[in-house]
Structures are given as C-alpha cells and as structure tokens.
C-alpha cells in the first residue's frame, strides 16, 4: 500500500504570514494532486504535478513536484482568511499517456485556519 | 451544470440493517470511486470502477459492495453496517483516458451514523 504523509496537521497563522504545507512518500507517484476541502463540501482541485521538479503558480499558492515524484509541497504567500480549510494533497499512478491506473492514494490532510 | 450528486447526504441507521448510497455524475466519466474520510486519517479509498461492469478494492473495502451497470451511477452498498462505518463519505468521479491524471470531481458527501 503506498502512503503519503502529510505536515503539518494543523496550521494556524495571523493573515499576512507564509506557510508551506508538507507531502512526502516513500514511493513514486506518476502525478500529484493538490485539493481543497471546505466544511460540509467534497475537495476541489486545486492543481495537477506531473513532471519531477515541477513548479506551479496559482496566485499565492506555489506547488513543486519533488525531482524523484516522491514529494511534494504547497506554498502560500501571505496567507489571507479566505484561504483556511482542510488541504489535501494525493498521489496517482498512470501510464505516459496520463490514463489512470485506478487507485488514488490521499495524505492525512492539514487543517489550516488564518486568523484576520 | 456538471456536477457528482450524493444521496442520502445524511443518514442515521441501526447496525445490521442493509443501506444503499447513490452516486450520480452527469459528465459522463469512466471512472468513479468511493472514499470515507475520518479525523485524521484523510481519504480512503473504498471501492473504484475504470467503467461499466468493471470494479476493483482500494484500500478499505471489507464491508463494503459497489456496482457499475451504467456509467452514470456507482452506489455503494452496506450489506450489514457497523458502528466502525461511520463516517463521511465521497463519491468521486474521473475521466480515465489520457491526459486527465485522475483529477477527481467530488459529490457534496454523505454523513453516515451506525448505532
């Protein structure tokens, strides 16, 4: 069974502050993903990492796929209230193609809350 | 509007007693996939199917039943459920074909409660 860790649990800053949010396996994954997670809502996707060493930018959240696929982190650039929720990053195996291998293996999640 | 719809979205039953949750999606995806979410423990995955009549165990199937007969819908079936099944559940769903790397579409989620 492949897993994810994820760090830290629980995130709690003052608006303003940057963070950065942990992903790390012992094994490779084609791809990872980033989700978001209100309160009494299903995750949302925030970004896809496909290739090792690869950065993305989505306004004030960053994304980097570790170079040997195994890692990955999130971070956030002055962090506003508007960004707390539960972030969860997942790990998916695919052929080069990008067609899914089926199984989606999720980190335990961090619980971010900004404080205004 | 393309969404993965859930039903019940919360539910209270008695252990034993056999329940069904539905899961529909309306963008004509291969894939969908049932999760439960649990304080700290994150997303496990139950139960997935890559299309019609084709399903397969993820991580935490034992006492679980799921079917595919249309590509549209993937309900998850406890035959006799225990306190040990509470919990939240998703239901998710995905195009399988190249390029699309399993991102997942999300229902709103059922709330499950076994006495």
């Known amino acids: 069974t492949q897993l994810l860790e994820q760090s830290p649990q629980f995130l709690s800053i003052q608006e303003g502050e940057n963070l950065t949010v942990y992903c790390n396996s012992s094994s490779v994954f084609s791809s990872l993903q980033w989700y978001r997670q209100e309160p009494g809502e299903g995750p949302v996707l925030l970004v896809t990492v496909v290739t090792g060493g690869e950065v993305k930018k989505l306004k004030r959240l960053t994304f980097q796929f570790g170079d040997a696929r195994k890692d990955s982190s999130l971070h956030i650039t002055a962090a506003q209230p508007g960004d707390t929720g539960l972030y969860l990053c997942?790990?998916?195996?695919?052929?080069?193609?990008?067609?899914?291998?089926?199984?989606?293996?999720f980190g335990q999640g961090t619980i971010l809350t900004v404080h205004p | 509007e393309a969404q993965v719809t859930q039903n019940p979205r919360y539910l209270i039953t008695v252990t034993g007693k056999k329940l069904t949750v539905t899961c529909s999606q309306n963008?004509?995806?291969?894939?969908m996939s049932w999760y439960r979410q649990d304080p700290g423990l994150g997303l496990r995955q139950i139960y997935y199917s890559m299309n019609v009549e084709v399903t397969d165990k993820g991580d935490v199937p034992e006492g679980y039943k799921v079917s595919r007969k249309e590509k549209r819908n993937f309900p998850l079936i406890l035959e006799s459920p225990s306190p040990n099944q509470t919990s939240l559940y998703f239901c998710a769903s995905s195009l399988a074909g190249g390029g699309s790397y399993n991102e997942q579409f999300f229902g709103p989620g059922t709330r499950l409660t076994v006495l």
């Open positions: 963008m004509n995806h291969e894939y």
């Open positions: 997942a790990g998916a195996c695919h052929d080069a193609g990008g067609t899914s291998y089926g199984k989606l293996t």
